[in-house]
């Protein structure tokens, strides 16, 4: 077995994830084989890119399973008899990495199995969603298991980053305790705020700002697939689920008899929260400040924007564009590093946009 | 009493809201007069040009009484008071409107009053973080009470307009059911969902992808401020928060013992939310696809990303700067019309982009 990727990498299924692992490979110039229960999702693919049909007589270096959560131990399992008595090494792209595992114990080649996880995701999915690109400095979780070949997680912590992402190494269980915090129950919470919003008045609805936009993006997955994700990590999403429940019976009980101390603690708990999310590239967050400036809806203006922006020589750490209900104007939000704000806002107006200091 | 904003105006309370109104005005060419318990923040916000100090002399056409909820009532009749005889109109930029009514209960010259709900606002707080640009575009509640003066509803009419909002007229009841939906209940969930990262491992955040940064942004706002509003609108917020704990039992339910049926209804149920909320420009949502460019991280770069979308033609819809978590380079996700986004692939890779079809 070799820790160096030479290729050929097989993938196992051809959806957003599979499409996209095999045009991220192909664009660092690795062979790539595709297999899928669909043939014309091959051929899509193929067509876009991301490899070609696996013959009978391809031997992959490395197989990697990129199938829903539902089929994912079997799928693991078939890859291992296939490719029995070689070195090849079998990974997945999974969102759960416990419940794979309980479903390959006692396989006699299990140690050439060690699960991945890129932090890499859509609303829409199959291979017409895919792009090189989805994985780019995003994390990659690998989850060796206790009996997996150190070669063989050096192989995947390999494909992770041939394919652009950045590796972190979890145990098994402690990436799906993660998952359960940073995706499976806010995606769980979105999904109950939104369906509220479902057959509420339009007119309540007209009201809608950023804010409820941001909380409830993520509901807008498709429930199967989510459906499949939370229930093969039921056990840490339950445990957290029922801390979220305990606090939502505060909140009820504070607000139920005005206990304004109780509930300003559950928010201060909240701020808390986001700033532990780390800041962009893995740092500490830094202060930023918005500049807003008025935008015309159309080709070009946004360009002519940015270009004002850059020759102020400032830094665009993140860009929101905002909803506008009734107007060809977008309000454009320039999050900068706090100390540049005030020049670039010097800098915006002397060319003539409207913007505030 | 006449309809059209002739000025001056008044507004009470110095803060972000209120020193936005003045900036806007301003600019509007309307004559604004500040008062607030702070006489330090009196002349912050007219050092940025909101406003002059208001005088004893004064004759206010409008006041626009912008004070934390907690103070809403008392100051709301206050201004009544010192306007009492005239045909000064007052209103408030309050986020709830049925509470600080109440108060007035019984009031002689309650019908010179009519409650607004400008729907903007920052995770900043105080003069500093004002904008002229902050209501552009927003939507402004107007909740006239059955006996306000339709000239004063007239009035505050024309006051969201000269402030570029976009009026959406709500009776008081409507208006708080309407944003314990789309604004309160959000922001004490995505609370939820932050608080249980608050004491999370590192590795365990290292995970973190655009998902619960969006889930969880809101809950950053300052505990005290939201406290006061969530508890002001505590009948409203409690209706829906019994809705969200029996869902949210359903779903611990379902998870528990497997019920996958129940689980994929609920998140259906989300899906179906995030479609209700309006789109840009208040219409129906528009199918748009992401496009997705690696662009390095200093400025310029982005600059010249969008010259080249603008010499393509295609108006963006909304932007996405990626958190990338180990590497000076962004993924940059360009949000445009579906039927834009090959021209715009094309286009961007014709100039040496690295993006992918």
Redesign the interface.
């Known amino acids: 077995m070799s820790e160096v990727l030479t290729g050929p990498v097989e993938v196992v299924g051809t959806g957003l994830l599979g499409t996209s692992v095999g045009?991220a490979l192909a664009r660092a110039g690795v062979e790539v084989l595709l297999t899928d229960v669909s043939s014309e999702h091959v051929r899509t693919a193929s067509g876009?890119g991301a490899g070609r049909p696996r013959t009978a007589e391809d031997r992959p270096q490395l197989v990697v399973v990129a199938v829903p959560p539902d089929l994912l131990g079997a799928v693991i399992s078939d890859a291992l008899e296939a490719t029995a008595g070689t070195d090849a090494v079998v990974t997945d792209v999974g969102s759960v990495k416990t419940r794979p595992l309980v479903e390959l114990t006692g396989h006699p080649e299990v140690d050439r199995y060690v699960g991945g996880h890129p932090?890499?995701?859509?609303e829409?999915s199959g291979p017409l969603a895919?792009?090189?690109?989805?994985f780019?400095?995003?994390?990659w979780?690998i989850s060796p298991h206790t009996d997996a070949r150190p070669d063989a997680v050096a192989l995947v912590t390999a494909l992770a980053e041939r394919c652009g992402a950045?590796p972190?190494v979890?145990e098994p269980g402690?990436?799906d305790?993660?998952?359960a915090?940073?995706?499976h129950?806010?995606?769980?919470?979105?999904?109950?705020?939104?369906?509220?919003?479902?057959d509420?008045?339009?007119?309540?609805?007209?009201?809608?700002?950023q804010?409820?936009?941001?909380?409830?993006?993520?509901?807008?997955?498709d429930?199967?697939l989510?459906?499949?994700i939370?229930?093969a990590n039921?056990g840490a999403?339950?445990d957290?689920?029922?801390?979220?429940?305990a606090?939502?019976?505060e909140?009820?009980g504070a607000?139920?008899v005005?206990d304004?101390e109780v509930?300003?603690?559950?928010?201060?708990?909240?701020?808390?929260?986001?700033?532990?999310?780390?800041?962009?590239?893995?740092g500490p967050v830094r202060p930023t400040?918005?500049v807003?400036?008025?935008v015309p809806?159309?080709?070009?203006?946004?360009?002519?924007?940015?270009?004002?922006?850059?020759?102020?020589?400032?830094?665009?750490?993140?860009?929101?564009?905002?909803?506008?209900?009734?107007?060809?104007?977008?309000?454009v939000e320039l999050v900068v590093a706090e100390t540049s704000a005030d020049h670039l806002l010097g800098s915006l107006e002397s060319r003539g946009w409207?913007?505030?200091?």
């Open positions: 045009l876009l932090m890499a995701g859509s829409r895919a792009s090189a690109a989805l780019d400095g995003r994390p979780a950045v972190v979890l402690e990436h305790r993660a998952v915090r940073i995706s129950v806010p995606h769980l919470m979105a999904a109950l705020v939104a369906g509220r919003l479902a509420a008045p339009g007119d309540h609805l007209a009201l809608s700002g804010g409820v936009r941001d909380v409830t993006r993520v509901a807008g997955g429930p199967t989510y459906g499949q939370v229930s039921a999403v339950l957290l689920l029922a801390e979220v429940r606090r939502l019976e909140v009820i607000l139920a005005g304004r509930l300003e603690a559950l928010l201060a708990e909240g701020v808390a929260g986001t700033r532990a999310i780390p800041g962009k590239h893995g400040r918005t807003f400036v008025s809806d159309h080709p070009g203006e946004l360009a002519r924007l940015f270009a004002d922006a850059g020759e102020a020589g400032v830094n665009i750490e993140d860009v929101r564009i905002d909803h506008d209900p009734g107007r060809p104007v977008g309000l409207v913007t505030h200091r």
